[in-house]
Each structure stands twice: as C-alpha cells, then as structure tokens.
C-alpha cells in the first residue's frame, strides 16, 4: 500500500491543559492532532514526537481505553481505522558541545511509557518536549533500540539544534558503527531538499524524510511523504525507511527558499549576508549571525554537485495556506468540496479545482502542487513569500 505520513508534530498541552511544547499552541491536544490529521489534512499516518511526557501517555491510554485508538499488530496505534499515530520523543543531545536533536520513534504505549521512565533521570523535566537530556547519542540510541524504537536525527541542517548545521560536519562525529544501526533515516527540515543534501556523500545510504514539525494544527502536512509500505504499522514503517520492504515514494516540501534559515542573516541589521569564515556581519560587524541552510552545506558538502540518482523524487510543493488568495474561507471552501487537503493537492483535477474556486486561483493551486509559483527566499528565522 502507499501512505502519506507527517512524522514530526508536536502537542502544546495535554487534554488536562499541562504545557507539553512551551513554544506550541496551546489547542493542539493530542485529540486534536488525530482530528486534523485525518480530516482536513487527510494524512494516513502522523508521528507525534512529545510522547515521552506522563501527560501525553495518559491521553493516549484513555483514548485506547475509550474505544478511539487501537495497538496495531506490527506496532503503532490505529485511530478509528482512519490514521495510525506512531509515538516518539525529541530529545536533544549534546554533540561536540552543542545540542541537536533526535528523534526517537516507538513502537507501542508501552515502549513509550517504558523509554519514558528510563529517560526521566536524565532530563530535568519529562512532562516537557525536546528536553536535553545528560546522556551520550550512543546513550540515546542504546536506549531507544532496547524499547524496540528506531532514531531519526531532526532538522538536521537548521541552525538551531540540527545536527549538521549545528553540532557536527560528518555523521562518524557523533554515532559509532554500533549506534548508526539504530539510525532508520534523516529529517531534511525546512530549509532543505534533496538535491541539497545529496551533495553530502555521508548520507548516501541513508533514507531522507520530510516532516512539518508543526506547532500548530494549520502547520500540519506543510511537509510529508508517500510511502510504500506492506501496511502503515510500526514495521512496515521502519522496514520502508530502512529499505528493507517498500520505500518512500516520494518527499513532498517547502521549496528550501521558502525555509526561514535558507539564507544566512546578520540578528542585528536584519539583512541577508554571505556567511565568511570570521562567523560576523560584513554590514554592521555584528558576530550575532545565523549561518543559513544554503550556506552551511556549501561549507561542509564534499560534492559539488547533488548526487540524487536512485533517490525518490522530492516535490517543491506549496502548502495551500502559502498560496496567494487562499484565506480561511477560500480553504474552508475547498476542504468542504473534496474533503482534505490531501485530495486537494493529489486528486483534484483543474476542471474541478475551476468549479471550485475559480480559473485564476485554480491555476495557482496547480502551479503550487508542481512547485512553479515564483519564490522570495527567506533567512533569519523568516519565512520566504510567495510572489503573487
């Protein structure tokens, strides 16, 4: 079967109203998750990365309890056989004296709640996400293949907490032979495809994934993949990651302009820059700098070229809420018509989509689906724009 699956989102609080992801909204409950996930969204499968917290566990042992979710066999949890929610944890790790985080996927409540309480000496609040906990990767991974779990190092080229853009040049920096059999596949992040991380001949075996790290229910699916798998449950998962069985079909993200760390900006003129060895703004002479996506695989990439061959196709796709003209209602409109935005962005035809909303924005909408609306690019924690 092939699936669309978003692996990384985040919960803001519990159902009972704790913060979970301090810097996520606070509506998005693990409830609501499941609910936008396999409605509006129309996503068959969603990693959800703050379940290492008692308050998330005890959400999801009373939605099992109350008849909602169901253990798969193979692993993950099946939420009114329309969605299957794989748990996870982010923790960040300290790697060469700067933290990055990791992703760590498991298989079933009980690994959670079981990884959860093996971490929580570690960390010095398991009730919040993306902690940094005082143990080694070696650590992490250990522990995260004994709860039956696979690892995927998150973001891994953003500025902030990515493992190649902020901890490490080289994957032999941080994992052992022993620990990269835990590692299942890397998380490209916001600011980059592809093209751009193949030109890193460290990652050539490795599977990449494109996830939204959403912080709120809108931002959900604003990256994913289709994977081809034997089923959606926990196994098939890694079996596809790893390229066992299956495989990703396809990555579907932001165009890497559009990322808010593409381009290096200087934090205190606010103006996009070329990154120089001295780490420092030519402008105003500023050190307070973030290094952008771009510029940092140019700097540590051992091609010049992408070396993408064989490597499932990545689409610039546009998610819908960036295209200009698509407000709150013009999307509540096309959500209403074809149910999701998945049938959106994959199934509707321009004949449809021109009933629907219009020739002009019709023809937006598949410019947007094929990654061909013009692009500013954006840096410095600021998203790039769509040109109308």
């Known amino acids: 079967m092939r699936f669309f699956a978003d692996l990384h989102v985040h919960i803001g609080r519990t159902s009972r109203g704790e913060a979970v992801k301090v810097t996520a909204s606070s509506e998005l409950t693990f409830a609501k998750i499941l609910e936008e996930s396999a409605g509006r969204k129309g996503l068959d499968a969603v990693g959800i990365v703050d379940c290492a917290s008692p308050g998330v566990l005890a959400d999801i042992r009373a939605l099992i309890e109350a008849g909602e979710m169901a253990p798969l066999e193979g692993g993950g949890l099946s939420y009114r056989k329309r969605l299957v929610v794989y748990p996870a944890a982010e923790i960040g790790i300290d790697v060469n ?78 994992f052992s032979a022993e620990d990269r059999r835990c590692l299942a596949a890397v998380e490209l992040g916001l600011s980059a495809d592809t093209e751009m991380a193949s030109r890193l001949s460290d990652l050539d075996r490795i599977a990449f994934v494109s996830n939204s790290d959403a912080h709120s229910a809108a931002k959900i699916a604003r990256e994913y993949n289709e994977i081809e798998a034997a089923d959606a449950s926990f196994s098939s998962l890694k079996k596809a990651l790893t390229g066992e069985q299956g495989g990703i079909v396809a990555n579907y993200g932001l165009d890497p302009r559009l990322g808010k760390y593409h381009k290096t900006r200087c934090d205190v003129c606010d103006r996009e820059i070329p990154l120089t060895p001295a780490r420092s703004c030519p402008l105003c002479g500023s050190g307070r700098i973030t290094v952008g996506v771009a510029d940092r695989l140019e700097e540590i990439a051992d091609r010049k070229e992408a070396a993408a061959a064989g490597r499932p196709p990545y689409v610039r796709q546009v998610p819908l809420e960036f295209v ?54 954006g840096g410095g924690g600021v998203y790039g724009r769509i040109e109308a």
């Open 97 to 174: 004296g700067k933290e990055a985080h990791f992703l760590s996927y498991l298989p079933s409540l009980e690994a959670a709640s079981e990884f959860s309480a093996r971490l929580a000496p570690f960390v010095s609040n398991i009730a919040l996400s993306s902690q940094k906990a005082r143990m080694s990767l070696s650590g992490l991974c250990r522990l995260t293949a004994e709860c039956g779990g696979f690892l995927i190092p998150a973001h891994v080229f953003t500025p902030h907490k990515g493992y190649y853009g902020h901890a490490a040049s080289r994957l032999e920096e941080g």
């Open 324 to 377: 200009p003209g698509v407000g709150p209602r013009t999307l509540h409109t096309l959500i209403e018509d074809f149910g999701s935005e998945m049938n959106v962005l994959h199934r509707a035809t321009r004949e449809e989509l021109e009933s629907a909303v219009g020739a002009k924005l019709a023809e937006r909408i598949v410019l947007a689906r094929s990654g061909r609306l013009k692009v500013r690019p």
